[in-house]
């Protein structure tokens, strides 16, 4: 249907060379602007400056609360959906293209197969939809 | 990696840290600007180059294009007080994680044309047999003076070609110019434009994002960073799975993960905003809550939680969050422009087979940075035109709404274009189906009731129409 899509196979480090530099380039840069601001400026604490903001009031209590659970529903939802997701990369990438990697995209067979896998995510939606887990009281 | 090309990698990560930060202070410029003038006020137009000079000293009080020079020197000198009672550690930790994560998503980000080279042999595997399919075996680049004035004009500098094609046949001539062999060298738009991962090590290094901002809301030890933090989490996990699912279709019809195939790809047919307008608008509406840019600044709200997880923070390391916000907005930006608009491509004018050399070159950086830029204004307008979502909204946008059209548009594009029920047709039921999804997911969204009564908790929801102004007010006066 397309026309040529190119391929790359070829895998070479040497292309992640420049990606390890930059990292180190970028934690060196982080560093030393957050070191260099400490060195340079002024620094007067007093009493008031060093209690935590609490609407200029006294703080109460400790800031570490309890807090809702929630938050780790969503997160161990995140969880299921995001792995669930890194699966059909690839073989989006596989399968997908005008010239796939594997001639003919892996067939009907494996495509059943992924429409499947959808399916299997959706059982996991709905149940946490009718569950009420998205509705946020 | 020899000499040349580590010197090579090292000018464009001062490049491209140069354009980052500097963007990152001029956009912040751009911002204050435009919220000015959205409010019909002027904004900052004090601060200036008064230098006495010939050519900077024209730009005495333009524009205020002084400013951001002066809130960075700032920033390295007013006091950097830390609270008493902080995790010292992780306070420390989280502004340089928060600034470096943005920073390393970067990497991958192609801002000019890089150009997918064609393969000189196309060496492609046939599992079956497990080795080189002899039906491939005559695509051999480049084969006559014209394939490799093609090639060169694509990708002028990259050594391996130019290498590989004298390998090929060796009758070519190589270009040269003023007698130096211009194989030796090369140009690129981007820090490491080659990788096949592309798009993924976007998504998995910018989600560690949010390691810095929960660093920061739990180490600060105040009620206002850790509910900051807390929603911040929330919401950027949230707006992950929406922002995957949405260029999964995108990657399916590409089949890579390289960003500039995906720009190569949409200049030879067509921009996915035509075949993918849904994938385009979920992708939109996640990277505004991966940047907690309003409607989405929920972590942040400064009329709730002062200033959500950074309330603790001052000087440069506050300046360290802002820079990342700021620098995930251009990543943000320059990937929605690379996946849906076509990159540096434009239709019928700057196209695949625009002069190469430095004027191609220069045109599709301009191109490309121009729409990235637009993008950038774009943020900025809806910022002073949406009002702020309640947190139960937010949530529910993300996973019912966003869910829900993600997985439709998803299947039923993977579906078209598996089957093609029309032939050759069958592309435009692509963003037919996104019309259809959309409406039909508002459709339904609008037979719902409303929001949760947030002062019944009882589980039976409550269908109950809400008071009209008159009914409440309308008696009593």
Redesign the interface.
Known sequence: MFAMTLHEFDFKLADYYGLLLFVGVVIGFAVILLSLSQIINPLKTTKVKESPYESGMDPIGDARQKFDVKFYIIAILFLVFDIELLFLYPWAVAAGGDHPAIPGGFGDIVFIEVLLFFASLLVAYIYAYRKGVFRWR | ?NIT??VV??V??GI??AGVMTFVGYGSLLERKISAWVQDRIGPNRVGFDLNQPILGLFKGFFGLGQPLADGVK???????I???VDKVFY?LA??VA??TA??AF??VPFGSTS????LVD?????AVSQP?PNYQHRVYPRTHGELDKIRAANPFRSEILDQARNQNPNIELPKVAGFDLGRSEVRFG??P???IGV?FVFAVSSLAVYGVVLAG?S???????FGA?RA??QL??Y??PM??SI?VV????????LQ?IV??QA??TWFIVYQPLGCLLFLTAIFAECNRLPFDLPECEQEL?GGYH??YS???FA?FMMGEYTHMVTTSFLLVAMFFGGWNIPFLVTQDFPGGALGWGAKLVVFCGKMVAVIAFFMLVRWSLLRFR??QL??LA??GL?TLG?LN??GA??I??T?PLG?LS?WLLPAWSVIALLAVTGYSMTRPKA?N?FR?G?KRVDQRLPSHQELVGNRV
């Open positions: 990696m090309e580590l990698v090292l464009t990560i491209v840290f920033f390295f000198l007013k006091e950097e007080f609270p008493k009672n420390f502004p340089a600034l470096s920073m390393i990497a991958v997918v080279v064609p393969p060496n492609r595997i046939d599992l399919n820090i490491a080659h990788l096949d993924l739990w600060s030890n105040s009620k206002y960073s850790l807390l989490s929330a996990i949230s992950e799975i995957g699912m999964l990657v399916f019809m590409v089949g890579s993960l390289n195939a190569e790809f030879r047919h002062v309330t603790e000087s440069m390391k360290c947190f139960d949530m529910g996973w019912k869910m997985i998803t299947v993977v579906v274009l598996q093609r050759e592309l949760p947030r908790t589980i």
